[in-house]
């Protein structure tokens, strides 16, 4: 967000919405702690809200929960029977974001799986679970692991979506070629060709990638 029309953009934008309470609290509870403050911007928050709902996903997966923020605006979209798994590597995060869905009226629907995503995976899918609806948003350099597991985890029609596509613009930096600029360009990329996807990538906010897993018939 170093772009100056963007932040007045953005500032504009967000001037037009009431306060939103439990978001905020979140925000606060993840700076009290000095967690790293990447939670989804809110614009983006209300887009997960809109896509669950839009989707009808009833069962929605969330890579990387951090302080339960991108959790509360995907629980927000859920209907009555919906549920989010979300998986998180370190047990203080997940208990924050636990604490922060519950008191924003969602602990029923939410479920953490902490430890490494990719072991959570793995188990998710020894246990047969598909998902309608998933958010990509933990480690960059396992990104294309987390396509291949959410493709595999897909129903027919399901939504994938992926945070931080530009990477601050690493992503486009030919000189830019660490692991995580690596994987990216990868994702990217598989994003945009994968037969089995149809997709937009939005150069909004760190980039937002967002694929629809194809079903049958279309
Ligand atoms: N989606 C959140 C922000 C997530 S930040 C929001 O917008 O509110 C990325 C999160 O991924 C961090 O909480 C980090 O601990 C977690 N993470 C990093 N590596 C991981 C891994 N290997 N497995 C699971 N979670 C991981
Ligand atoms: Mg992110």
Not at 11 to 25: H, T
Not at 26 to 38: D, F, K, L, Q, Y
Not at 80 to 104: T, Y
Request: charged fraction near 30%.
């Amino acid at each position: 967000m170093e772009d100056r029309y963007f932040q007045t953009a953005d500032r504009y934008v967000e001037s037009l919405y009431e306060a939103d309470g439990d978001l905020e609290r979140v925000a606060e509870s993840i700076r009290e702690r000095g967690m790293p403050e990447i939670s989804v911007a809110p614009g983006y928050g209300r887009l997960l809200t809109m896509l669950v709902r839009l989707s009808g996903a009833k069962r929605v997966l969330e890579i990387g929960a951090l302080g339960g923020y991108s959790g509360i605006c995907l629980a927000r979209g859920l209907g009555a029977d919906g549920k989010l798994v979300s998986l998180e590597l370190k047990e203080e995060f997940a208990a924050v974001a636990r604490a922060n869905v519950e008191r924003a009226g969602f602990g029923g629907k939410v479920e953490y799986r902490i430890g490494e995503a990719l072991a959570s995976l793995e188990r998710l899918k020894d246990e047969g679970a598909a998902f309608d609806f998933f958010f990509i948003d933990a480690d960059k350099g396992n990104y294309v692991n987390y396509l291949d597991f959410a493709i595999r985890l897909a129903n027919p029609g399901a939504l994938i979506l992926g945070d931080n596509a530009l990477l601050h613009g690493k992503t486009f930096d030919p000189g830019a070629n660490g692991e995580s600029a690596r994987v990216m360009r990868e994702f990217n990329r598989r994003i945009a060709t994968d037969p089995r996807l149809e997709s937009t990538i939005l150069p909004a906010y760190d980039g937002l990638c967002i694929a629809r897993v194809k079903g049958a018939s279309s």
